[in-house]
């Protein structure tokens, strides 16, 4: 555990939620603001752009003023019994009633079946609910009725940070305990198209195969694969990168999607992540699957994005 020997607790590059947030002052205005006025919104941005850090934060805010739910569309799907359980403060041995007004933060909000957001019309329109937050990658929210569509106020974009905002977040991470050389990072930061996440998993494994402590600044080379050619890939792989553009799926729902046997699909999407052209994530029953930022921008050509 490299960090240990620069004074670290913990890995400074952990990739989980983080409070850590830069340069979305104006956005996490605009999301309060917007919760504050009662209203439904939704965030949308590429995976890794800190979404979920900020849904976090935005829970911690506002905890003492409002009974904030968040609720990921990954693990649980159950949005009636999550607030039936948040209905009540365990005190002891007694439940008091939480009168606050109940904030809804849901997460990978494509997971969640349409039916939801009938139950969130109604729950919304029968002042149930005071606000709700939606999040996901894209845009366009294809799980709801029009009647919900409908109610929903705003849509904001997270963008990924620019490249003096990540070498600015990695030196404070790594409290320049570490130091790399700037177009090095710069390197690093292109290849991985400013997904944060992607990053710092690339940085923590240049880390880990070095000896530590380090003194000097590190350089290193990096390799990069230009040419749309280099990856060879079936009709129906692109289908798979084409419906992972933008979100995480698993082979089910891609199954479900193309209509093909789960084997078939989990037949091309073991090739494509041995290929590292994709990254599994671990899932409530099955794993997720989206694309590795470092080929983002070959594929899009490819599927003519």
């Known amino acids: 555990m490299w960090w240990r020997k620069y004074g670290f607790y913990k890995n400074p590059l952990d990739i989980r939620p983080n409070d850590n947030l830069i340069g979305i002052d104006d956005i996490i205005k605009k999301i309060k603001d917007s919760i504050l006025s009662g209203e439904i919104i939704l965030l949308y941005g590429p995976v890794g752009s800190g ?90 929210v294809m799980n709801a009725s029009l009647s919900f569509l409908n109610r929903i106020y705003e849509k904001i974009e997270m963008k990924l940070p620019s490249e003096d905002e990540i070498i600015k977040l990695i030196n404070d991470r790594l409290k320049n305990k570490i130091k790399f050389d700037n177009e090095y990072l710069r390197k690093i930061i292109r290849k991985n198209n400013n997904n944060i996440r992607s990053i710092f998993i690339e940085i923590n494994n240049i880390l880990s195969n070095m000896k530590h402590p380090v003194n000097d600044i590190i350089t290193g080379k990096i390799e990069n694969i230009n040419e749309i050619e280099d990856l060879d890939l ?37 090739l494509l992540y041995r290929k590292n052209i994709v990254l ?6 099955e794993y997720l699957y989206s694309i590795n930022p470092q080929y983002i921008n070959i594929i899009s050509k490819k599927i003519g994005k």
């Open 51 to 140: 979404k979920t850090s900020l849904a976090f934060k935005i829970k911690r805010d506002f905890i003492d003023k409002y009974n904030v739910i968040y609720i990921n569309g990954e693990y649980n799907k159950d949005i009636e019994n999550e607030i039936n359980n948040n209905l009540y403060i365990k005190f002891l041995f007694f439940k008091i009633k939480n009168k606050l007004p109940i904030i809804l933060i849901l997460d990978e909000f494509y997971n969640f079946p349409e039916e939801i957001s009938k139950k969130l019309k109604y729950l919304y329109d029968n002042r149930i609910v005071y606000s709700i937050m939606l999040i996901q990658p894209s845009p366009q």
């Open 234 to 270: 079936s009709e129906t792989q692109l289908k798979i990168l084409e419906l992972l553009s933008g979100s995480q799926l698993s082979s089910k729902e891609i199954s479900r999607i193309l209509d093909l046997p789960k084997n078939t699909i989990a037949k091309y999407l073991g």
């Open 280 to 285: 599994r994530h671990e899932g409530n029953k």
